[in-house]
């Protein structure tokens, strides 16, 4: 359940969103197996936040799971708000049966974008839902509104274990093995075949009419698992990833890696003589010992003759050459001549003329044992994070929380842990070469921006490999894939101050250490760039004793003096809402 409230009447400058978020174990079995996962109101996945660009979201989040919580916007770039991005270097949990508002405005973005939970391997339980930016109706899109409207596709592998489990196994220092399936919305798949699809599993369908365009926002929130989405006997129409329009081009497959998110224009030009697969398959992986990590629903026109049957459309032929998937992945490009949140073109921002200001090659390797413990690294460095979040011990001037040592280059000494967070320069123009030195796929994602991908290729990164890099049309995201035994370069530009994570987005690794952060602060320190504390913020580590009890009127988040009014109306609509 969700209010929407347009409070425009005392939020003059722009409408807001209401959604109010009961998170809470419920058991179900996606896989046939009763399990532990976590739900929004009930529901799993979680409902999908609609918003338009500029509008002030607010989520009043209820925390009744056993454990601390915070929710992640994954690709909302929280514009001079990281104190709402949801992560443990930005915000203190919100503890058990306590509830916190988040309040942010998706300033000058649009696009498909997730929310999930970023604490304590939440992720790999639920807890997970979309999250829309339309476009203002005074920008227009680069396609025919789809008449037959939005649909939302969560993927991802999925493990019967409990997250708590799950944990437990990566805390004794293994490796979680392979998922026991692929979840679509949060269900099964379909019984294709009755040798690796038990009887009675709950699957989704996606009904459609003949002669629509549908617009379908896929995202992988699964763990680990690179997945290639296919729908059978219909091209996918690429449109727009993370919140950039790309040139279009009709796939008949694409890989969408962890923490990915794109949109696809789907017509329904077939003739229904039956159903048709959805499917969500594994990648660069033996597919004869994978068969049953596959996710099929099923897609439905309301005209169909009858059942889906046979076998599932073939993914790429490419189990040992992942050169397909590259050329893929170069083949996402950027619509410069297209308006995303404002009217000027994409393409006005001429990346490829910005001199680089720093320099960063990040390097992963397979997991280390650092002082006894199973550890990932970046550059040499398994990341710890602090007692204290790393923003709020530097609006309390704490010393000690963090240091500002990330090396430019990987170390070359031993693996070592600790709170080492980049140095940004406000307004720089920073190059990051990611390279990956472990065996699988990783997907790194940067919070708080959108940056480009202008190069990929295997092997080791060089200066040389400058030469390649797309200066023109490198598309804009928030996460990019790095192959096994090569590079991805991205550029960001450093205009959002605040302190943004950069991680993979592999939750193993994650979880393990593979992660830091980049520090960006305007020396002038003006509310222009950053906005205040929110009034509401939550205090943990070493400012504990300034926590106050949880009360009504610490529920709810101020961006700012200027909201007062908006803020009684959102605690009213709290309040009527808990007392349900």
Known sequence: MHIALLLSSCFAEDPSVFYNFEVSYITASPLGVPQQVIAI?????????????????????????????????????????SWQDGLRGTNCPIPPKWNWTYQFQVKDQIGSFFYFPSLHFQRAAGGFGGFIINNRDIIPIPFDAPDGG??????????????????????????LGMPDGVLINGKGPYRYNDTLVPDGIDYETVNVHPGKTYRL???NVGISTSLNFRIQSHNLLLVETEGSYTVQQNYTSLDIHVGQSYSFLLTTDQNASSDY????????????????VTGVAILHYSNSKGKAAGPLPDPPQDEYDKTFSMNQARSIRWNVSASGARPNPQGSFRYGSINVTDIFVLRNKPPVTIDGNRRTTL???????????IRLADQFKLKGVYKLDFPNRPLTGPPKMGTSVINGTYKGFMEVILQNNDTKVQTYHLSGYAFFVVGMDYGEWSENSRGTYNKWDGIARSATQVYPGAWTAILISLDNVGIWNLRTENLDSWYLGQETYIRVVNPEKTNKTEFPMPDNVLYCGA??????????SSATSITGSRSKLFVTVVMLASVLLLSR
């Open 41 to 81: 109101n009930n529901k799993f996945p979680g409902p999908t936040i609609n918003s338009t660009t500029n509008n002030n979201v607010v989520v009043n989040v209820r925390n009744k799971l056993d454990e601390s919580l915070l929710i992640h916007w994954s690709g909302v770039q929280q514009r001079r708000s």
């Open 543 to 552: 400012l504990s004793k300034m926590q106050k009890p949880q009360d009504i």
């Open 379 to 389: 550059s040499g460095v398994s990341f710890v994070n602090p007692a204290t979040p």
């Open 150 to 175: 939005d649909i939302t596709i969560l993927i991802g592998d999925w493990y019967t274990r409990n997250h708590t489990a799950l944990r437990k196994a990566l805390d004794a220092g293994k490796d």
């Open 277 to 292: 697969y959805i499917v969500a398959s594994a990648r660069f992986v033996n597919e004869s010992q994978w068969k049953r």
């Open 217 to 219: 926002r896929m995202h």
